[in-house]
């Protein structure tokens, strides 16, 4: 049995147990004994963690309060009003020139700019109907591997406990000590939500730290198509790239209205991506015997090693079929997604934009070494949303758009069976003619 004492910040300390039934493996005082105040403090924070408990797989507010400790730690200045107006300025440019390269309009939003923090409060709804699916079978996972505190008898839990517990008491385990224990093996639900929460708070943070604008990891994450670009984000992607910071700016607002665009415009698209995580999570087995083995040789003296152990991908679930056909079905979709950005900025800035070719190479090496989206979700449940057919998909809008038009190419998101598949993908010239034939039937 072990046992995590997990930080995530001031005023939540929670203990995660990995391997029911329930024990003890608190820190020795030094002198190889049982340090009983050690087993006091743990029940104490225990207990508090408890009297806010969440009513769903995921607490919320300990994602949040995680995230924004995070956040101001590393540091989250202000958006300046002269940033304000100049992301007002580049995404109307933007959307001047990407009228004349696709037929959807753009978005009735007024650009907004915001810090790290911003981002996080207003993107949090969406990440909760995203991750809640996910959630949720993690929570069921962990519940269906350990009992109840009705199944287990008296002389299981002793048995369970540690050995230097067992040995201050002689005699036996007192029934008090049992009683007190005995509650906690219905508690690994609750545990489960909190040691999730907590995880998700951290990627969250880091999340909030690479993004460049609501549309970048290529999922909607607000209610409403609107132009939102992050400035300290976007100084942070053009340092170092010999690009001058206003062409940096316009090369992402022009990536973000066309991703706006694309959202508002396809009705149907929002629901599949969400349709495919569910997918996803669906099919999430996790390998509870592989949860104990790495809590096993955690020093709990340590709060670092374990943020590092909770980020590391602790609650991973193990590959089944189930999810590798829906993660074959997202990445594909996500794919196509960025292709047919790629291929409408890349027509509207022809001949405009001579930094356009190292701003390209930035973005795809960006995606090359992972996107901050894979990184999350990889960490969190081991779900990689990496567009493996990024190239294929914008070589394939751009023969559609060459060889017939911008309003054949964009016409292709009417329907979701107008869409290529994987294997269409690799041959775009193929998928332009078998799509010039007329039905039969």
């Not at 990891?217 to 053009?238: H, K, R, W």
């Not at 751009?398 to 041959?427: C, F, M, N, Q, Y």
Request: charged residues 20%; aromatic residues 6%; proline residues 7%.
């Amino acid at each position: 049995m072990a046992v995590a004492e997990v930080y995530g910040g001031p005023g939540y300390r929670a203990l995660v147990s990995t391997n029911p039934p329930f024990g003890f493996g608190v820190p020795d005082s030094g002198g190889g004994g049982f340090d009983m105040s050690a087993l006091g403090a743990a029940l104490q924070q225990l207990g508090q963690m408890m009297q806010n408990p969440s009513s769903g797989p995921v607490n919320w507010q300990l994602v949040r309060d995680i995230a924004r400790q995070v956040l101001a730690s590393a540091g989250d200045p202000s958006v300046a009003d002269a940033q304000s107006r100049a992301v007002v300025d580049s995404v109307r440019l933007a959307d001047l020139w990407l009228d004349e390269a696709t037929t959807l309009p753009a978005v009735g939003q007024v650009p907004k700019a915001w810090s790290r923090s911003e981002w996080l409060e207003a993107t949090l709804p969406m990440w909760q109907r995203y991750v809640e699916p996910i959630a949720i079978q993690m929570q069921q996972v962990l519940t269906d591997a350990g009992p109840s505190d009705q199944d287990v008898s008296s002389d299981d839990l002793s048995a369970a406990l540690p050995e230097q517990l067992r040995g201050l008491f002689p005699g036996g385990v007192p029934d008090e000590m049992l009683a007190m224990l005995r509650p906690m093996m219905g508690m690994v639900q609750q545990l489960g939500a909190a040691a999730f929460s907590m995880q998700l708070g951290q990627s969250l943070a880091a999340l909030a730290q690479e993004v460049v604008s609501a549309g970048d990891i290529g999922i909607p994450l607000l209610p409403d198509a609107t132009c939102v670009l992050l400035p300290n984000n976007i100084e942070q992607f053009g340092a170092g790239i010999g690009v001058a910071a206003d062409d940096v700016r316009l090369y992402l607002a022009l990536r973000e209205s066309a991703h706006q665009r694309l959202f508002a415009h396809t009705a149907w698209l929002r629901p599949r991506l969400m349709g495919a995580i569910e997918e996803y999570a669906g099919g999430i087995r996790v390998d509870t015997s592989r949860l104990g083995d790495a809590m096993s040789g955690v020093d709990l003296s340590n709060p670092e090693a374990l943020q590092q152990l909770m980020a590391s991908g602790l609650l991973q679930p193990a590959d089944t079929d189930e999810q590798r056909a829906a993660l074959v079905r997202l990445e594909t979709l996500l794919a196509l997604v960025e292709g047919w950005v790629d291929d409408v900025v890349d027509t509207a800035i022809a001949e405009r934009m001579p930094s356009a070719l190292a701003l390209r190479e930035t973005m795809r090496r960006r995606r090359a070494a992972g996107g901050p989206a894979e990184k999350m979700f990889a960490t969190l449940v081991g779900m990689e949303l990496r567009p493996r057919s990024l190239r294929e998909a914008a070589n394939l809008f751009a023969a559609v758009r060459s060889l017939k038009s911008i309003a054949d190419r964009d016409g292709l998101w009417g329907h979701p069976d107008l869409l290529p598949d994987g294997e269409d993908l690799t041959d775009p010239l193929g998928f332009v003619e078998r799509s010039n034939q007329p039905d039969v039937g």
